[in-house]
């Protein structure tokens, strides 16, 4: 079965600060990776799509890069982290393009101070 | 670009009533649409998915309908428990997946 991790879990970071979340899939080859940012009380915001090794997409311009060095693994980075980057990540994948079903990793809560 | 409303952004029920969430959204060409429930802190699990060539969708005590021409879909919770309290996202595809955001359901004991 498929399963997806991110990791960390949390994060307290100070303006200024780098970043680098990470996003691994287990139990499939080739998916599509999804970042999304959930700020409080509002819906969710794709940042970054990649239907493939080095291939990036980004919907929201802003301080915040992703890349994708291995089939499954998805990393959400920043050099310089701001106040208004703090929200709930959410990696997510899908099996190609389509009528497929999207499944969610558990999310980092980060926090910008 | 697609827009996705769930309406109402709040619910509060007591246990054992059926209820029903709604989702709207203004693109009817869609590959799919995906229900979804959140926990507080957590990431998202999917409920149920239905093509856009379904009209429903069936798991539990869960059902999901699709009228894809006027661009609505509902999803039916029978029985309710306290156990399904949480906040419900559906999701539209077509290139990418567009969110509503959200009806936070509690069910009182």
């Known amino acids: 079965s498929q399963t997806i991790h991110q990791w960390p879990a949390t994060l307290v970071q100070p303006v200024g600060s780098p970043l680098s979340l990470e996003c691994t899939v287990e139990g499939t080859s080739n998916p599509n990776l999804y970042w999304y940012r959930q700020a409080a009380g509002r819906g969710l915001q794709l940042l970054f799509y990649s239907v493939g090794i080095g291939q990036i997409s980004s919907e929201v311009p802003q301080n915040l890069s992703a890349s994708r060095p291995q089939d499954r693994q998805f990393i959400l980075s920043s050099k310089k982290l701001l106040l208004s980057d703090s929200g709930f990540y959410l990696c997510?994948?899908?099996?190609?393009?389509?009528?497929?079903?999207?499944?969610f990793g558990p999310g980092t809560r980060l926090t910008v101070t | 670009k697609q827009e996705v409303t769930q309406i109402p952004a709040a619910l509060s029920v007591p246990e054992g009533e059926n209820l029903v969430l709604n989702c709207s959204f203004t693109d009817s060409a869609i590959y799919n649409l995906q229900w979804f429930r959140q926990d507080p802190g957590k990431g998202l699990t999917s409920l149920l998915l239905i093509q856009s060539s379904q009209r429903e969708q069936t798991s539990g005590r869960l059902n999901a309908s699709l009228d894809k021409s006027s661009g609505r879909s509902t999803l039916y919770i029978a029985a309710s428990q306290p156990g399904d309290s949480a906040t419900y996202l559906c999701a539209v595809r077509r290139n990418q997946f567009y969110f509503g955001t959200g009806t936070s359901l509690t069910v009182i004991p």
């Open positions: 997510a994948w899908s099996q190609g393009q389509g009528g497929y079903e999207q499944y």
